[in-house]
């Protein structure tokens, strides 16, 4: 069976499960869910592709939603039934469904010998699930190569694109240093500097959003680039106002509306410090950043 890694720790074997109402049903293997949507559709058939949306939650808190993360998680029906092998709760129930369906599997946290973030003071995880679609092993083959294809077309057009950055950048920095920038730097009390090079149009980023950025580092000293996120193919995701980025990050990203393009001058206070980060950051060193806010969840 293959499965999205953002449900990997769903594929516990022996979970329990506790009721929930007079609407619970089991599947083949015991575990407990409610069926809210059936319908008369096909159920998958070994060896077939369940794609699948998700959430999460804790109580009626929910701690993570699969939509938020871009594409839907999947899970191959196995083409045998291995007797030594208990299904995980999610798998189980995904046999029953078909396409439109949506259900509610109640996941019994108290046999897990440690709970996942966000359950730490639950006893239950309710993982509501709807079927987007299911797909044969040639149809999933011929998606997969699809989106190979698209993929490394994108990642051609951004490796394009990154020598153009490169030089926007480099602009930026160079206008910076010698104080031509004049009205378009921006500081903040913090002392993070910025230039707006293009206003976008869309949703705010705000502290608490999941969000997207491509970006081109470079040591505001010598222009040297030491991480960018163009030859990769995909932009950088994290949570905005968490801590998992300098703080220079999580405020200029704060800044931004999606479609915005800034270049960034973060003082080491707001970067990597005293210490800098070996070997490519040196002690002290103030950075320059060229960010694209391109998604807010």
């Not at 720790?9 to 949507?37: K, P, R």
């Not at 592709?49 to 993360?69: C, E, L, P, T």
């Not at 602009?171 to 500097?193: M, N, V």
Request: aromatic share 10%.
């Amino acid at each position: 069976m293959r499965i999205s890694i953002y449900f990997a720790f769903l594929l516990l074997v022996g979970l329990a499960a506790c009721s929930e109402g007079n609407q619970v049903m089991h599947t083949a293997d015991g575990y407990e869910y409610i069926l809210h949507t059936p319908s008369e559709g096909t159920t998958p058939q070994p060896g077939e592709y369940v794609y699948f949306h998700a959430q999460m939650r804790n109580g009626d808190s929910i701690v993570y939603g699969s939509r938020s993360q871009g594409a839907a998680p999947f899970i191959q029906i196995p083409l045998t039934q291995d007797v030594n092998r208990k299904a995980s709760p999610v798998e189980d129930v995904l046999r029953e469904m078909a396409v439109g369906d949506s259900a509610t599997v109640m996941i019994n946290l108290d046999t897990l010998p440690q709970k996942p973030r966000g359950f730490e003071d639950a006893s239950t995880l309710y993982y509501d699930v709807v079927v987007t679609d299911i797909l044969s092993q040639e149809a999933y083959q011929e998606k997969a190569a699809a989106e190979r294809a698209e993929k490394e077309q994108a990642i051609a057009a951004l490796q394009e694109r990154k020598t153009a950055v490169a030089e926007s950048t480099a602009e930026s920095l160079k206008a910076y240093k010698a104080g031509e920038l004049g009205d378009q730097l921006q500081e903040t009390e913090s002392g993070l500097k910025y230039v707006v090079l293009e206003e976008g149009t869309g949703a705010k980023a705000t502290p608490g959003n999941q969000v997207k950025v491509h970006y081109y580092g470079v040591l505001a000293e010598d222009g040297t680039m030491f991480d960018n996120s163009f030859g990769r193919g995909e932009p950088f995701g994290f949570g905005l106002g968490e801590g998992r980025v300098i703080r220079g990050w999580d405020e200029g990203i704060a800044l931004l509306n999606v479609g915005s393009k800034a270049v960034l001058f973060i003082p080491a206070e707001l970067g990597y410090g005293a210490n800098g980060a070996p070997p490519t950051i040196p002690p002290g060193a103030e950075l320059a950043f060229y960010v694209e806010l391109v998604g807010v969840n």
